[in-house]
Structure formats: structure tokens, C-alpha cells
């Protein structure tokens, strides 16, 4: 049997399951060859929000997430403008997320708006070269793996987590299984509105949904397992020169915590995503080539805006309740709630970015 193998080798590597193994083999040793992806990636990104309300109003308030400098990226030059009242940077308490703030008490002469404008440097989100040496998870981030009302590390995730980590004893080994279980079964949805809820009951169901859906089915099952996982909210950057509108480009990947490490990236959506928009599920070597790079990287085409947090209370507070999570702008008139991801109707913003 071996002697047919090795004679018949130029069709064994022909075959697509076998043109899958040694692909995954070569990009699990090489993973940054998978995409031809710049280190580093520059320009200015502006967010314009308006507002409709009754002229004679004078309770209406906004709230737009603020991306912060960390190690992958960089923030400068933050402008905000527009004919508000009242405008403030605040931090939100739970999290720590900056939110830029803006209220109108008195009504302007023209709709109500605010340009929020910045520079941004970005790098590639990689955590590649560490050892898990299996040291215990520092008590501080027990709150990663804790169960959410739309995030359950019980019942059927429990079921599942307990089968996909069996035998694995490191958590990098057990992030792994969970992240290919998720990519196996799991489908990018383009019929999901916005990115998606992150209800991961209704997800498994499904079997597919948007970013934030599939990222939250990886933290829940990876949470059932111990591994603390959050999700990183942002916002794509085009890759093309000049301006780009990224209005519709906002996107959700994870991180998952090993002591001595830190938090690692992983994006099992964007690995579905590649998979539904280029085809590739009769392409399975093509597909790999997505899966390697999407564990423990990112690429650099995208700036975090929060970082974790659901059921999220702004600063100022809100009257509508807590917020699911906390990536789009958000408004209220009157306390009210106003619709801020399908109909853009009284609430509409526009995000553009300009590649340097």
C-alpha cells in the first residue's frame, strides 16, 4: 500500500482532501504565508451622524464609540464637531470603553450633527510565538468565562465544549479545537441583519449567522471550557486607495486569554466569510489557507472600537436599558430609543475612510 502511494504521488497531491493536508501542514508551520497582508496600515477615518428630531425638542443625546490607542494601533488628532449643545469624551464604567457624547438641550437652526474625525495607524493583530506552560488563569479575568444571557456556557454548550476538548489539556490546544469546531459548523448568513444579535442558542440552531454571531458561539463553547474569551467590536478599513465608504463595515472577531501570553485574535467568521464570498467550499486547500491565518492573527485592515462588554450602560446613561453590545452610534429622543442599523431613519451615520 505504501509503494502505490509513493508511485502514484502526483495523483495523491491532485485529490482535494490530500491537497488540504499539505497545505494545512505547510501553513501550520508558515502561518503568515497564508495572506499577502501589509504589516501596517494608515489613514483618517470620519464618522457623520445626524440626528432628526422635533424642532421644539430639547432632550436629544447621542453616543459614538471612540477607538483608543493599544499596541496594534494608534489614535491621533480626534476631532469632534457639529452643532450640539453639550460634547464630552467619557469613559463607559464596566468596561472602560471611550464613548464620545453629544447632547442638543436647545434645537439647533439645522439638523442636529456631529463629525467625529481621527487618524489611525494599525498593525497586524498577531500572537503567534508563545508557550502555554498550562499555568492557571489569573482570578482578575474569571469574568471571561463566566455565562451571559446570550452567551451560555451550560446545557447543550456545555455538551458540546466537554466533546470538542476532550484529550486536550492546554488551553492553546483546547482554543484551537474550539475554534475549528466553530469554523466546521458553523455558516456565514448574508441574510442576518447588521452583524448579527450573538444569541448563540439561536445561532447553533441555525447553524450560521454574521460576525458577532459566529464569534459568540466561539466564546461561549470556548468559556464552557475554561478558556476566557471576549469579543473585540471594530470597524473594517479600506483596502483600496483613497476614500472608501466602510458605513456597513463594521465587524466582530475574538480573543481568547493563556497565561503568559496575554489575549490572542482569532476571527472564525472572517474564515466563513472568505469561504461563502470566494467560494471555497469545494476548494478546501484555498480554505485552509484562511483558516491558518485567522488563528492568532488578524490582519491589519480594521481598528477595535471596544472591547468586550454586552449588556453595556453608557456613560452618560441611557434611559432605553442596557445595550447589547456597543459598535454602532446610538441616540435617544425624549428617552426614546431611535432605530440605529436597519432604516437609518432619524438615526443615520456615514463612515469613511481615507488610505495614506
Known sequence: MNLKLVSTGKQLLAHPFM?????????????????????????????????????????????????????????????????????????????????????????PTEQRRLTLSFKVTTHKR????????????PSNLKQFIKNEALVPTGGRVKNISDKVVAGKVKISEKARAVYDWVVDNTCRDPGVQGCGVGDVEQTLDKKGGKCVDISSVFISVA?????PAREVFGIRLGKEDGVSDMTKGHHCWVEYYV?????????????????????LENDPAEAAKYREYFFNAVDPYRVAVATGGRAVTLNPPQKGG???????????????????????????????????
Open 19 to 107: 491537497m488540504a493536508f499539505f497545505a494545512m501542514s505547510f501553513l501550520m508551520q508558515h502561518p503568515g504565508a497564508a495572506l499577502a497582508e501589509p504589516e501596517t496600515v494608515m489613514g483618517e477615518m470620519n464618522i457623520e451622524v445626524t440626528v432628526d428630531a422635533p424642532a421644539d425638542n430639547a432632550d436629544t443625546k447621542l453616543w459614538v464609540p471612540l477607538p483608543v490607542s493599544d499596541k496594534f494601533q494608534a489614535i491621533e488628532d480626534v476631532k469632534v464637531e457639529g452643532n450640539f449643545a453639550h460634547q464630552g469624551v467619557y469613559k463607559e464604567k464596566t468596561t472602560g470603553h471611550s464613548i464620545v457624547y453629544a447632547d442638543w438641550s436647545t434645537a
Open 126 to 137: 498577531v500572537n503567534r510565538d508563545f508557550t502555554d506552560n498550562g499555568s492557571p488563569v
Open 223 to 227: 468559556r464552557a471550557a475554561g478558556i
Open 259 to 279: 497565561p503568559g501570553a496575554g489575549w490572542v485574535p482569532a476571527d472564525p467568521a472572517d474564515v466563513r466569510k472568505a469561504i461563502l464570498e470566494k467560494k
Open 322 to 356: 442596557p445595550l447589547n453590545y456597543f459598535m454602532y452610534p446610538y441616540a435617544e429622543v425624549d428617552g426614546k430609543p431611535l432605530e440605529w442599523l436597519a432604516a437609518q431613519k432619524e438615526l443615520k451615520y456615514k463612515i469613511t475612510f481615507k488610505k495614506s
